[in-house]
């Protein structure tokens, strides 16, 4: 298991260095720089930036963009993402640091809501498939797919914050404030982990190894726990990887709606900036994120099924 | 030998029906079987697919999804309770206890994701009283008994680490566990090898010797039936068309469909001459039939088999035909055997 | 559960194909067809309803400002007193036609990768397919905001960039239905009469693997929706004066406190078509491919 591990890890590297190669020259040669916006700079002090961005050499003649990338992979191998283009007193370290513990609070009270309502939908619309007890989860999990968060989090807004008032409009300060955005990323993915969840227990409780069970004078409900859900929740788990890729990712609505400084909502600015060193460590910690919970999750699944090996 | 209306059954069946209601319309699965078996015996259920042989046993059990499965009428008593229309609680108190059950496929019927010895302590855990040690402990000695080597070590391998074989047999120690009084086996050896069916004959045989547990043994195969159980019922198009201690099955077959059947038995001696096949394919299930099922394809078969109700009649000393025609005495059946030997002269 | 009892399947009628057979399962899914039906409503009143109304939607009424819904304005109007209702429609003409256009991109990727890549088999195949894997790791909306942002917002890269992500599922599934048709007997019998490759891919391959290229096509249409709708909500998207479905869901969630009607009916729009969308998916997919309908 441990082989396997820090194969994929070793696997990571390369990937990284692919995504960073390519998310490098596709920002640096589409039109438009850091410091176009401000229009004050002036030509001397844009000079100097550059310098300190390392864009141009020390005699200020313009440094090829390989040998930028280069200075780029080089920092990054020490685990060192520069300094902010856009915020020159400010490392895209520190940053993220600051931003990601938020994004990653949001996705974990997300997850937790999707997984306390999708499972037990789950579980219970594949108890009786086709019956009440089946139509009425599986069809707030269909409408859960098909309202996307962008609608459903400012009509939460308006009605639990501005109507009710029950909440603030927007903040991200108190226990209080993690209520609505939580909700309206987590929507989604209990959506799917319902269907997922009813999908791979209609799968199981058909298997002849069910029955078995109930032979022996297993109860329904130990039938469920015990024979079924282990292997019912296989694919629920497989999902769960990109589930919190997306969770991690998708944020960046929700953040802007409820304006919280996590790290979706500083990538978006930083596009927008053309903060190209941010957007650049963003990408690449994305990126890692992903890998390492697909990583987990493959691990996980592996413990689940006694079939599957690590490979 | 008992006989099928023996006053100390342990269970008896009576006038069980269970239909199918599908959209394509209903299927008569089990249409009108009663019998019984005795403390100990071994009966026999012997059919072709689709006969209802195993719906029967699954009925027993209510292992028949439901719906589309409805028991239309019947009993089936096991100590006094109906295991039909008893509660929940009651048919799971007996399931797995007293009355187990082991099936046809092992690769399928043993659940991937649990340990083996979790699957086979099971039972204990459920109905007795024991701690997860103990119950472990006698877990290793169920599966010595049936012939697992490193039975301690084996208990945490996962059942695709084992054979076709070897997971019947561990079938059949999680199925004695609880030293149930009754064991229905679903074809327990059709899936298997031809020399890994006759071990897992032998041990079955040994085990309900040793313990006394009468057996229910479902199988298409009659070879199976006259080594292996005392009693035997013939079934055909979900009805019991001949019932009678194995040896009178074999030797003064009382039904038509029976005597075919054995014909149909490859001998041995008879090289070069084509296999006797029953002309005709069995009725159509979805349909309700007025008189002897059989009869579409019988060649003794007369107009008043196809419209008067025929029920199990005894015919001979504990034989049981559901044929007129032999209940009337107006034919007599020469054995198979009789045939064969006719036929090669 | 499977028991040891053949229960007759419904009975087979003469000259019966697979599509007939799938025709009436889709039939009988009153949600399918309901889910169809409203699609079809949505579409019709999305591309003939503005040539009926008599209102553009560029028409501004300054001083009507932002009202509710009304005789006039059945949904009501804008802050810049243009007719909702127009503007709903029109946006739902951008909405279906980026799903349909983007979608459209993705197949046509997907197809030609998946078929190649399960067609020649081997080691070409693995490394297509390990592509693939990788392509996956990535953070997919991350780059689609950055290829909108740096690039322009151009309609035109608009699908690209959908399209450029949604290939990869529908990359796998294609190569795994033709790599599992080309075990099937009947992919060796035309090779056995001299078909060339390209003739049994175009007359054996693809109809037989139509059925799931279809099922997931439904399926992305909506996800493609979502993902236009919500680059146009971050102002990524569809670029005024065009509107999509959500460039007016970013301006209703704007103003939803004095005009909440700005909200919920493009909303609605959206919602009701992803509703029908899955559901039409999810029929199609019982129908099409029975055995792969469990979730």
């Known amino acids: 298991m441990l082989r396997f591990i820090v194969g994929r890890l070793l696997q990571m590297i390369p990937v990284l260095l692919i995504i960073a190669t390519l998310t490098f020259f596709m920002i640096r040669l589409a039109p438009g720089g850091p410091f176009d916006a401000e229009k004050s700079v002036s030509p001397e002090i844009r000079k100097n930036l550059e310098r300190y961005y390392h864009m141009v050499n020390a005699d200020g003649t313009p440094r090829s963009l390989w040998l930028q990338l280069g200075d780029y992979l080089r920092n990054l191998a020490r685990g060192d993402l520069g300094p902010s283009s856009k915020y020159s007193s400010r490392t895209v370290n520190e940053l993220i640091a600051e931003s990601f513990p938020i994004s990653a609070e949001l996705a974990f009270w997300s997850l937790l809501l999707a997984l306390a309502l999708g499972l037990p939908a789950g579980i219970i619309a594949s108890l009786r498939p086709n019956s009440p007890s089946d139509y009425i989860p599986s069809s707030f999990a269909m409408a859960g797919i098909s309202v996307p968060n962008f609608v459903i989090g400012p009509l939460l807004v ?154 | 030998m008992r006989s099928p209306m023996h006053s100390e059954a342990l269970l008896h069946v009576d006038d069980l029906r269970t239909y199918f209601h599908t959209r394509a319309g209903t299927v008569r699965a089990v249409d009108g079987v009663s019998f019984s ?78 340990r083996i010895g979790d699957q086979v302590i099971e039972p204990l855990l ?157 009725p159509d299930a979805s349909k309700s039939i007025a008189g002897c099922p059989f009869a579409a394809r019988c060649e003794y078969a007369l107009e008043k088999c196809l419209s008067s109700e025929i029920l199990l009649k005894e015919v001979a000393p504990q034989h049981f035909s559901a044929c007129l025609r032999v209940q009337l005495g107006e034919i007599d059946l020469t054995p198979a055997s009789a045939v064969e030997l006719s036929a090669n002269n | 559960m499977s028991l040891a009892v053949e229960i007759p399947t419904e009975p087979l009628e003469r000259g019966t194909s ?116 990788i392509i996956f790791a990535l953070p997919f909306t991350v780059f689609v905001i950055l290829l909108m942002v740096f690039f322009g917002r151009r309609f035109v890269l608009l699908f690209a960039a959908i399209g450029a992500v949604q290939w990869l599922t529908m990359a796998r599934i294609v190569r795994g239905q033709v790599k599992s048709l080309r075990r099937m007997e009947f992919i060796e019998a035309a090779e056995a009469l001299g078909l060339r490759k390209a003739q049994i891919i175009v007359r054996h391959l693809i109809p037989n693997a139509l059925g799931s290229i279809i099922v997931y096509a439904t399926l992305t249409v909506p996800s493609v929706m979502l993902l236009e709708a919500f680059l146009s909500f971050l102002g990524l998207g569809v670029q005024p004066p065009m509107s999509s479905w959500g460039v007016l869901i970013n301006e209703g969630a704007a103003n939803m406190e004095e005009a909440p009607w700005l909200l919920i009916f493009p909303g609605l729009a959206l919602a009701l078509t992803l509703f029908s969308l899955n559901f039409l998916g999810d029929g199609l997919r019982d129908a099409l491919d029975p055995r792969a309908s469990k979730d």
């Not at chain 2, 078996?37 to 059990?61: F, N």
């Not at chain 2, 209510?62 to 028991?71: A, D, E, K, N």
């Open chain 1, 158 to 311: 308006l009605f639990f914050a501005l109507k009710l008032q029950w909440v603030r409009v927007a903040g991200w300060d108190d226990w209080i404030d993690r209520i609505l955005p939580s909700i309206t990323l987590g929507l989604l993915y209990a959506a799917y982990l319902a269907r997922l969840t009813r999908g791979g227990m209609l799968e199981i409780l058909s298997q002849d190894f069910i029955r078995t069970a109930r032979a022996k004078g297993a109860s329904s409900l130990r039938v469920i726990l015990k024979h079924a859900l282990r292997g019912g929740l296989v694919p629920v788990v497989s999902y769960l990887g990109p589930a919190v890729a997306g969770l991690v990712t998708g944020s960046f609505v929700v953040e802007s709606i409820f304006q919280i400084p996590g790290l979706g909502r500083y990538f978006v600015n930083a596009a927008f900036n053309r903060d190209y060193t941010m957007v650049l460590g963003a990408v690449l910690f994305y990126a890692a994120l992903i890998v390492l919970f697909n990583l987990v999750v493959d691990v996980v699944l592996v413990w689940m099924d006694p079939k599957q090996k690590f490979a």
């Open chain 2, 37 to 114: 078996i005795g403390k100990g015996e071994t009966l026999g259920i012997v059919g072709e697919s689709g006969s209802g042989k195993s719906v029967a046993c699954y009925s027993i059990l209510r292992l028949i999804p439901q719906p589309p499965g409805r028991f239309e009428s019947g009993r089936a008593m096991f100590d006094r309770v109906d295991l039909l229309h008893c509660s929940d609680r009651e048919l799971q108190a007996i399931r797995g206890n007293r009355l187990s059950m082991i099936f046809q496929d092992p690769m399928t019927s043993l659940n991937p994701y649990m």
């Open chain 2, 126 to 282: 459920i109905h007795r009283d024991v701690s997860r040690a103990k119950a472990w402990a006698l877990g290793v000695s169920a599966l010595r008994e049936v012939g697992i080597q490193d039975a301690e070590n084996r208990m945490r391998s996962y059942p695709h680490e084992f054979s076709g074989g070897m997971r019947q047999r561990v079938m059949i120690a999680m199925a004695l566990i609880t030293k149930p009084e009754l064991l229905i086996a679903d074809e327990p050896t059709t899936a298997l090898d031809v020399t890994v069916q006759a071990q897992i004959l032998e041990l079955l045989g040994k085990m309900q010797e040793e313990r006394g547990t009468a057996v229910i043994f479902i199988t298409h195969d009659i070879g199976i039936v006259s080594g292996f159980c005392d009693r035997a019922l013939v079934m055909y198009a979900g009805r019991v068309l001949e019932a009678a201690p194995t040896a009178l099955l074999f030797y003064e077959p009382k039904h038509p469909y029976n005597q075919a059947l054995q014909r149909a038995i490859p001998a041995l001696n008879a090289t070069g001459r084509e296999l006797y096949t029953i002309p005709g394919a069995p």
């Open chain 3, 18 to 133: 697979l599509w007939w057979d799938a025709w009436h399962r889709l039939a009988k899914n009153r949600l399918a067809v309901g889910g169809g039906l409203l699609l079809l409503l949505l579409a019709l009143a999305s591309f003939l309803g503005p040539l009926i109304l008599s209102q553009s939607y560029a028409t501004q009424d300054l001083q009507l400002g932002a009202i509710g819904p009304r005789a006039q304005h059945w949904f009501g109007t804008d802050t810049l007193g243009r007719d909702l209702l127009v503007r709903v429609l029109y946006g739902g003409q951008i909405s279906m036609a980026v799903g349909l256009c983007a979608t459209a991109v993705a197949l046509t990727i997907g197809v030609i990768y998946g078929t190649t890549a399960g067609f020649i088999g081997g080691r070409v195949d693995a490394v297509m397919m390990r592509i693939v894997d």
